[in-house]
């Protein structure tokens, strides 16, 4: 006996009742399996545009900010703080424990510097102390293992401003 066949030997009662029931199953189906997880996507997806959205604005204030110190650093030839570049190595450099073994300037705004015994640790702290503080960052680098470990022979160009 098929499907059809049972249905049909149901009275027509039981025909509406069952109609009824498969049309509030298939709506119900329909609102656990479409509409509602759309929904729930379509509000992630407000959540993260919004989010972005106000990163986007942090990221153009701060841009902002970041041209703002460029132009006040480059053109007078002296960093945030009003130092040279040449100061601002050479007290950096003794502030974080470092030798500089020979600078030589390179311009209005770029200097060679070699460190022939610097602890690495030291350096990459005072590199990064260079370029978030004064503003000034590395043009060319090249590190050699030092005599023993931990320690490494540099020379390198810092641009300032």
């Known amino acids: 006996m ?14 509406r009742v069952l109609l009824v029931g498969a049309g509030a199953l298939g709506l ?11 929904g ?34 480059g053109a007078s030839g002296t960093l945030p703080g009003g130092m040279s570049l040449a ?4 007290q950096a450099a003794t502030e974080n424990g470092l030798t500089l073994s020979r600078w030589q300037p390179d311009g209005e705004h770029k200097l060679q510097l070699w460190l022939d015994d610097a602890d690495f640790d030291a350096l990459v702290i005072w590199l990064g102390r260079l370029e978030s503080q004064y503003g000034a960052r590395v043009d060319s680098i090249a590190v050699n293992q030092g005599e023993a470990p931990g320690r490494v022979k540099v020379r390198l160009a810092l641009v300032g401003g």
């Not at 098929?2 to 025909?15: I, T, V």
């Not at 959205?53 to 900010?65: F, I, K, P, T, V």
């Open 40 to 73: 729930k996507y379509m509000s992630t997806t407000r959540l993260q545009v919004e989010g972005q959205r106000e990163l986007l604005g942090y990221m153009r204030q701060s841009a902002a900010q970041v041209l703002a110190l460029r132009g006040q650093g």
């Open 87 to 90: 100061q601002a190595v050479n």
């Open 28 to 38: 119900a189906l329909l609102w656990l399996v479409v509409i509602k997880p759309f």
């Open 2 to 15: 098929s499907l059809r066949d049972w249905y049909e030997q149901q009275s027509p009662r039981d025909r």
